[in-house]
């Protein structure tokens, strides 16, 4: 299945940063995009589709200097110009098809734009600042076993903040400090089939969240998949310098070699 990636949104609650684009924000030295897929390569997903739109050029960028920002090279000078790679990458069976699909997109119309490079067929969806050591193959197994039109991953988050037990006369008898909530949220990590189609039309204010989403779980066509092993997002720029912290202690959603 071939993998789209949501990295076109402005990122303003990351503030002022380097970075052109949000899925660029650098974690242990190479951009959170990259740590996705990454994810999904470890369970043979190279085939990528990212929706860009805000930092569009930087993305492409990015991907078009890729060889030679990561590889060793002999580059001969003169009118006859020549470029030798030295070794290989493992990032070398990556396909990587960029989508420009504008700046104001929700991102239900982001989807939408690059069902044309999904040839009819069923596909992973994700956002592109959400780290996870999520095994895509049960999440995969899952996901055909209910017939369903879309799987998410769904995650219980801990508290940002320590809890009171509280007794009913206000007497205090106990804290519990940042608990693992009850209810669950949407973490990515979705698989769709090409039904979903039907889910996506409208104009470019078309939201996932709020409306496809909703819809798909009105007509009973929403499965969750229970994730409970590591999951972050990246919404600002303290989030993004504890996961770099994380990168260099055990950096948890690390399932590749």
Avoid at 113 to 119: A, E, F, G
């Amino acid at each position: 299945m071939k993998v789209v990636i949501l990295c076109g949104g402005k990122g303003t609650r990351m503030g002022d940063t380097e970075y052109d684009a949000k899925a660029l924000v650098e974690i242990g030295g190479r951009p959170i995009l990259w740590h996705i897929m990454k994810i999904y390569a470890a369970y043979g997903c190279t085939d990528f589709i990212l929706t860009l739109g805000h930092g569009a050029n930087a993305i492409k960028r990015y991907f078009l200097d890729y060889e030679p920002m990561t590889r060793d090279f002999t580059l001969s000078l003169g009118d006859h110009r020549q470029l030798e790679y030295h070794a290989n990458h493992n990032e070398a069976n990556w396909h990587v098809t960029l989508a420009d699909t504008g700046l104001e997109t929700n991102k239900g119309a982001r989807v939408a734009k690059v069902l044309k490079y999904l040839n009819g067929e069923s596909f992973h969806l994700t956002y592109g600042d959400g780290l996870g050591d999520i095994n895509i193959q049960e999440l995969t197994d899952f996901h055909r076993q209910h017939g369903k039109l879309v799987t998410l991953t769904g995650y219980q988050p801990f508290s940002q903040y320590g809890v009171m037990q509280v007794q009913e006369d206000g007497l205090v008898t106990g804290f519990e400090e940042k608990p693992r909530l009850r209810d669950w949220i949407n973490a990515g990590f979705m698989i769709c089939e090409p039904g979903i189609a039907e889910y996506l039309k409208g104009d470019d204010s078309l939201d996932l969240e709020t409306e496809v989403l909703v819809r798909l779980a009105h007509d009973k066509q929403l499965m969750v998949y229970r994730h409970r092993g590591f999951w972050r997002s990246m919404d600002t720029f303290k989030e993004a310098r504890e996961l770099d912290r994380l990168w260099h202690s055990k950096a948890p959603w690390k399932v590749w070699p």
